[in-house]
Structures are given as C-alpha cells and as structure tokens.
C-alpha cells in the first residue's frame, strides 16, 4: 500500500499531468418509464456526441468508464459496442446519484496515471422512482435508515405508492428542510425561490425535461410530498445520458484541440465518517452536508482556489431546500446566511438576451439544475460537468453566464458519495 501511495504521489506531483475535457454529449432527459431509447442507445449516443465534439475516432479511446445505477452488470460494454469494438479496457461504476461524477473522478485518475486519451459516460433507463432491486439481502444504505429513525423520522409509511426508498429519501430531505429552516430562519418563500430559479433557467436548455418557468406560488401550493417541500421543489426521475472525453496535455497538442479544451483543475470525493450518524448533528449530514464540505475543501486546496474564484456553479439540487444547505457546505454562505443569499440575488441579462440569476458574483444552475432538467441517476453528474464546459467554452446560448472562466460542480450520491469538480478555460484565447 505504501508502494501504491508513493507513486500515485510521484504521478501526481512530480509529473504533474495536467487533465482536460476536448469533447462533451449530452442527450435531452425525458420522463422516467416514458422514453423510447434503450440504456445503450441512450450511452452509445452520448459517447457519439462527444466524439464528435471533440473531433475524434472511438480508436482514439484508450479506456473507459461507464456509469450506471439501475441496470446489469457490464451495461457499459452495450453501449461501448455499439460505437466500437476495439478492446479497450471497459469500467463500469455504480455509486448513486453521484454516479457520474465518480466516472470522470475515475477517468481523471486514469490520465493522471499515464492514459492519453479516456471516455467517461452515464446513461440511465429508468422506469421509476428509486427502488430495491434485491430484497434478499440488507440494504446498502440500512446504516443511514437506522440512522434516521434514531433521528426520529418515523419508519411508517405514508405515500404506498411510491417505493419505500424514494419514501424514505422524501423523508431524510424533508426533515433536513425542516431543521435547517427553524435553525436559521429560512422562510419557505426562499426555498421556493431557488426552485423559481432553476425552472426560470430551464427554458433555456435544450437538455432539460421540463422547460418551464414555474410561478413562485405555484411552486409553494404544488402537490405536496412531505412538508415543506412540493414537488416544484423537488428532482423528477428521467432517462438520459452524457459522456466527456478527458485527455492529456500532449494529446490536447497533437491534436489541435485547444479551441474545445477545458481543466479539470480539482476533483474530490468523500464518502461517510461518523459525523453522518452523529445523533447530535441532527439530519443536515445524512443528506451530504458533511460529506459536501469536506470534497469542497479538498478541491478547493488542491486547486489553490476559493469560493470567490468561481463564477459559475452547478450544484446537486435534488431538492430546493438542499440547495440552500450546500451554499453553506460549499463555503458560498456564512452559517446561517444561505436566505440572505437568495433573497440578495437579482436577475441579469446576458448578451444572448437571456435572463439569469445572480447571487453575489455567481450564476447557480444555468442548466435549470435537477428539479428542471429531470435526474437520471447514472448521467446526473456528467450532465453537470457538460454543462460547465459549455459554459466555460461561451458555448451557453441563452443561458451563458458572460465571462465565465471557472467553474464548479457538486455532485451527491445517497450512502454515500459527493464529488466536486472545479474547472477552468484552458487556453482563453480559444475560447472567443
């Protein structure tokens, strides 16, 4: 292990290979259990888009990682073959909502380490909420439903039509919105506020599920799931993919593609401690405050940066209310201060025309975030990063946040994962 360590450590700060995205796909999410594409249709297209992209054969690939969450073992190699079948080494990665990310924190690793040239792809076929696949056996995440009934959640059913672990994932973030609203005073109007800004953004995109801006009191009096929270306010299931092609400096040189290149500066992921099963910390940690912290410092030390180097973030928005509570976790907001972010921010226009939502010097979720663009498990995080390298390339249309040279993304998966990303143009004078 001490052999392993020492030369991931030569690797990474001796050689120092820098890491960067030439090419990006991204397919349009559609309704969970609605679509007509197969999962490796959905990957094979996406991994498509990004060559193309980037200007490149799929024999230019040298590895792969595939991501997904509700599917069978080697899904990857279905959507890898139907674009080539040149022998590559074929991965393939399950790790929640942040299964996406975890693909391209993988992939990153893989040039870091000597690969050239590496494709990371998500894809998902979902036909509903999450769900037990195997009810033979404990549950991954049984620790973390201990955890919540210690918490005094209650373990009644409520909503029979939903599948018990979309219940209970309703009820984990429900209370978290409830604590973290009494403990800093956070109306249910800012919640609303965030969802209003996320679907505001979505029509923007041509990605998103749902691109329409919803009423701020349309948003507060939709079906209700648990309260505070509405379904406006909360991540629709979706089907869907995106894919991105990392490679190395010299490939990025041999081949000419400065004009599409953005840096993956940093790339961190934490998973558990026992601060996640701490009583006393309430519930704020088994919904990824912890966790999201601890990737964000991380990222932000490896990449010598801070909150205020960004300009543009896409964050993990599977609730409204989560939203607010990550600002805080990564370091946007003081304790306490997520409200006065929200209610301080004022809508701009861009070049474009479009009109985006500013909060201090930062645009968060251009894309229209989860609660707008809909979320396949498996594709969720490479959707983000997708959506951070157009922006960093001027490439957002509508949606462009003007100006952008870095970026953040923040990726959580349930029992647990969170990865944030943060990138920045490589070559500017490429980009104009």
Known sequence: KATVSVLYWYLRNMTNRKVYAVGVGHTPFTPAGKGKKEYSDLGSEAIIMALKDAGLE?????????????????????????????GIPVMNVNNNCATGSTCLYTAKRLVEGGASCVLAVGFEQMSAGLKVLFDDRTHPAQRHFDAMWAAGIP???????????TENILKVYAANAKEFMTEHNITVDQVAKVAYKNHAHSKYSPFAMNKKEIPLDKIKTARPLFPPLTTAMAAPMASGAAAAILVDEAFVRKHNLQANAVELVACAMTSDTAATFDPKAGTKNLCGYDLSARAANQAFREAGMAPRDIDVYEIHDAFASNELVTYEALGMAAKGEAGKLVDNGHWITNKAGGKLFRMGSWVVNPSGGLESKGHPTGATGLAQMVELNLQLRNQGGMRQVDGAQVGLQHNYGWASAAVVTIYRKAYPESHL
């Open 155 to 165: 373990q009644k059913r409520f909503i029979k039509m939903l599948p018990e672990v």
């Open 58 to 86: 799929y024999g230019a690939v040298q590895e792969a990682v595939c991501g997904f969450v509700y599917g069978d073992s080697t899904s990857g190699q279905a959507a890898c073959y139907k674009v080539g079948l040149t």
